[in-house]
């Protein structure tokens, strides 16, 4: 579940900054003068934004469990459905159905059962879907929203994300990362559903460490 969070992370950090300095250089029209100095720029690393944000962390585990939660329905679902026709074809070579009709209303049962199944699958693909969705915009939002306030005494021209190889090359001392990552975090409160699956999920840990 982790790389559809990452896919916002790019955008949201490259353009807060920049439409920052947009919305700057609009209040300045009266100057006629180019800029004299160079572009303060930056870079946030996006992976170690993943691993070390709180809320992609929560989100993650949300996610996951969710995505356990929806292939453990579809298991159980599926082996009834593979249950019941393994009785109807058992019936069916005891000549245990009496009339033809009676056959076709079982095989018509199965294949109803077994449409449900798939409709089931597609709902709760397209349930999970849509709240990634969901939380991919929460967290560009509170990125943008940090960044905003972040940059208004660092100034920065230019917020770049840095993924794999995008960036070729770039001078360390450029990179925010940890002070964007802390800054996040301070910010950052979790929604009482997030905070009972990342407890529960402490407490399982905690319980499978004791010795029996």
Sequence with gaps: MKKFLTLAL???????????????????TS???????????????VDSLMTQYQFCKDY????????ENAQKTLAGKQRTLQQHAAALQKKYENNGFTTRDELERAQNQLAKEQQDL????????????????QLT???????QAFLKVYNKTKKFDYIFSRQGDN????????????????GLNKRYKAKPEVKKVSDT?????????MPR
Excluded: H, W
């Excluded at 915009?137 to 990125?143: C, F, L, P």
């Design 201 to 209: 999920r402490i407490d399982t840990s905690t319980d499978s460490q």
């Design 137 to 143: 915009m929460e967290m560009r939002d509170s990125i």
């Design 167 to 182: 960036i070729l090359l770039a001078n360390k001392k450029f990179d925010i990362t940890n002070e964007v990552v802390a």
């Design 31 to 45: 100057s006629a003068e180019p800029a004299t100095t160079g572009l303060k720029v930056a870079y946030v690393e």
């Design 10 to 28: 790019g955008a949201a950090l490259a353009l807060t900054a920049c439409n920052n300095q947009k919305a700057e250089q609009a209040d300045n």
């Design 118 to 133: 798939a409709e089931l699958e597609q709902r709760l693909m397209n349930e999970l879907a849509n709240e990634q969705a």
């Design 60 to 67: 993650n585990l949300l996610l996951n469990q969710k995505g």
